[in-house]
């Protein structure tokens, strides 16, 4: 793999700050990644009849089960992996089990198109989010397998292998709209169980169907935009068509509702804004309208800065995010890389916590690399340079020091808080270790 990186050009020297010293750091990681990540590829079995990907090593803490984004992520780390080493045969089974894991999660999929959280060797639905006797408010599958789909097909070449299948996603997004999709055009949460970021201030613990999480929104933005070059490819123009359209009118509905022009910062936002006038003073004369339908949770979270990932930002947006709150270090910014949520929210702590799993503070490295590919792609190099030489010294420590890698960490002392053998969003250090940041 080492060869392989140099064969593309690959400089340490030139790809963070630390230059050429951080290169020991770096190729450790690297050589720990190419003889561990091939134990991810996991062989159909018990209720997972295809080949999927496991989020952690064998006889680790989730090394069982099949999650929705996670899969996701570790997929793009996995193929990260095949390319910098060159390796076609690893590259092919990385393939096979993309498509064997999007296939687990079709396989289950209820009538009205929803899809399963997470799946296990024994279980089909976990969290019961398909089940008709399931209370209406229950959960389902992230908006992440259209963007999981593409990621397969930008890596085959191809797309035609789908064609099966997607109308499968097509219901899936529809399932979205018809229960989770409000008024205004955001997606609600129906309840706060395995949102991703579990603990998120914004959602958990709030009422059902009241929060509309910004992650939530901003990874079906990103789905729908997928969803519409998967259709293109395809040959489906009606379908791609009313995919850049769905996604044109929640591009709207994020900056129109969540960007706070006070604060400077996207935020979740409360969508139970309800005028119960009629109901509780009938014969009391009602005066102005309600005009607002929904309110802007001000709680700063890591999410703020999915607008620069998702690309809905503006230009103008993402500089202040960067100047105001990216940089700031009574907020975000960290010696581990970025906050989960801000150090001058009342809420913050970081506390061990494996259910809910803690994002009130600690650095999680699918965090980093959010953060760090919006940088990139709104031109701040420098910014995302950075990033990456935390990350990579960030995970180099952690192998040094526990012969493995662990699921977050303290964002100050760096020190891991969870769940060794954790490799899952971890690999995707290997996108982030590129030449001058991008």
């Keep these: 793999m080492l060869a392989g990186m140099a064969a593309v050009g690959w400089s340490p020297a030139s790809a963070w700050r630390g230059g050429a010293a951080q290169q020991p750091s770096a190729d450790g990681l690297i050589a720990y990644f190419a003889a561990n990540a091939p134990q991810l590829l996991r062989p159909a079995g018990g209720i997972l009849r295809y080949p999927s990907i496991s989020p952690s090593l064998p006889k680790a803490r989730y090394s069982t089960q099949l999650w929705d984004w996670d ?37 289950h999929q209820s009538e009205d198109g929803r899809l399963p959280i997470l799946i296990s060797v024994d279980s089909p639905d976990v969290f019961g989010s398909t089940k ?10 992230k908006p992440v397998m259209a963007q999981l789909a593409l990621l397969l097909a930008d890596e085959l070449g191809d797309a035609a292998w789908l064609a099966p299948h997607f109308d499968g996603l097509v219901r899936f997004h529809d399932s979205w709209i018809r229960t989770n999709q409000t008024g205004i055009g955001l997606l609600v949460w129906g309840d706060d169980v395995a949102i991703g970021d579990d603990n998120d201030p914004t959602t958990f613990g709030r009422p059902f169907f009241s929060s509309a999480n910004l992650m939530l ?37 994020i900056q129109t509702r969540c960007w706070d022009p006070r604060d400077r910062f996207y935020y979740s936002v409360d969508v139970q804004c309800v005028d119960r006038r009629a109901e509780l ?15 802007p949770l001000r709680i700063q979270m890591f999410t703020g800065f999915l607008p620069m990932w998702c690309g809905v930002a503006t230009k103008e947006q993402a500089e202040d995010l960067v100047r105001l709150h990216y940089r700031n270090d009574l907020t975000f910014h960290a010696a581990a890389g970025v906050r989960s949520l801000s150090a001058q929210e009342t809420m913050y702590s ?46 180099s420590a952690d192998l040094a020091g526990n012969g493995s890698l662990n699921e977050y960490y303290h964002p100050d002392t760096c020190k891991p808080l969870s769940h060794k053998g954790f490799m899952d969003w971890n690999l995707l250090v290997l996108e982030m270790m590129e030449r001058d940041g991008g």
Excluded at 77 to 99: I, M, N, P, Q, T
Excluded at 132 to 141: G, I, L, P, T, V
């Design 350 to 395: 970081l506390e061990f916590s494996s259910n809910p799993s803690n994002w009130l503070g600690p650095t999680w490295i699918i965090v980093n690399y959010l953060v760090w590919r919006g940088l990139k792609d709104y031109g701040f190099h420098d910014d995302a340079a950075e990033m990456a030489a935390k990350t990579v010294k960030l995970l």
């Design 281 to 295: 003073i009938p014969d009391v004369p009602r005066g102005m309208a309600m005009s607002w339908q929904s309110l």
């Design 132 to 141: 008709k006797d399931r209370a209406n408010h229950a959960n389902q599958c």
């Design 71 to 107: 899969t996701l992520w570790t997929a793009r780390g996995l193929f990260r992996c095949a390319a910098l080493g060159g390796d076609r045969d690893f590259h092919g089974k990385v393939c096979e089990h993309v498509r064997g894991s999007l296939l687990n999660f079709l396989e």
């Design 217 to 253: 929104n901003c990874l079906y933005y990103r789905d729908l935009l997928a969803g519409a070059e998967l259709a293109k490819r395809l040959n489906r123009g009606q379908e791609a068509s009313r995919y850049s359209a769905l996604a044109a009118s929640l591009k709207t509905a």
